[in-house]
């Protein structure tokens, strides 16, 4: 079986599903899309490692999402960035609907759902006015 033929999946930082909306860093579960014949169905939810431990919870998240084939999330560190797309994950930092997301990746076209960023996004994860760094 060939890696892409493994890879049938999708996993998604998102606060409910429905939604492209949650920083990577913060996210406590992903979820995950299964490929069909007709596109993209939800499948599960997993939890992501626990927060902390650096580099080492980006190679545990590698495993725990290692049969997809790409990760959608609102915003990503530079370090899981790294980690993630050298284990062979696509990584698309977007802001959207989850449903739009998946059919672009199914499709194979280019993904056009920019993500807002946040002003002071350096500042702590709960920034100012709410904002965080997503």
Same mark, same amino acid.
């Given at each position: 079986?060939?890696?892409? =033929? @493994?890879?049938?999946?999708? !996993?998604?930082?998102?606060?409910? #599903?429905?939604?492209?909306?949650?920083?990577?860093?913060? $996210?406590?579960?992903?979820?995950?899309?299964?490929? &069909?014949?007709?596109?993209?169905?939800? $499948? +599960? &939810?997993?939890?992501?490692?626990?927060?902390? #431990?650096?580099? +080492?919870?980006?190679?545990?998240? !590698?495993?725990?999402?290692?049969?997809?084939? !790409? %990760?959608? @999330?609102?915003?990503? #560190? +530079?370090?899981?960035?790294?980690?993630?797309?050298?284990?062979? %994950?696509?990584?698309? +930092? @977007?802001?959207?609907? @989850?449903?739009?997301? %998946?059919? !672009?990746?199914?499709?194979?076209?280019?993904? /056009?759902?920019? /993500?807002?960023? =946040? /002003?002071?996004?350096? /500042?702590?994860?709960? #920034?100012?006015?709410?904002?965080?760094?997503?």
């Amino acid at each position: 079986m060939s890696e892409a =033929a @493994v890879r049938d999946k999708v !996993a998604v930082a998102s606060y409910e #599903g429905v939604l492209v909306n949650q920083h990577l860093g913060m $996210a406590e579960q992903l979820f995950i899309y299964q490929r &069909t014949d007709s596109g993209y169905v939800f $499948a +599960e &939810t997993r939890p992501t490692p626990e927060k902390g #431990g650096g580099e +080492e919870r980006w190679k545990k998240l !590698a495993e725990i999402i290692g049969d997809c084939q !790409a %990760l959608l @999330v609102n915003g990503i #560190g +530079e370090a899981p960035n790294g980690i993630l797309s050298d284990s062979g %994950l696509a990584i698309y +930092e @977007v802001e959207g609907l @989850v449903e739009y997301a %998946l059919e !672009a990746i199914w499709q194979g076209k280019a993904l /056009r759902m920019p /993500r807002r960023v =946040a /002003r002071g996004c350096r /500042r702590a994860m709960s #920034g100012e006015g709410g904002m965080g760094c997503g």
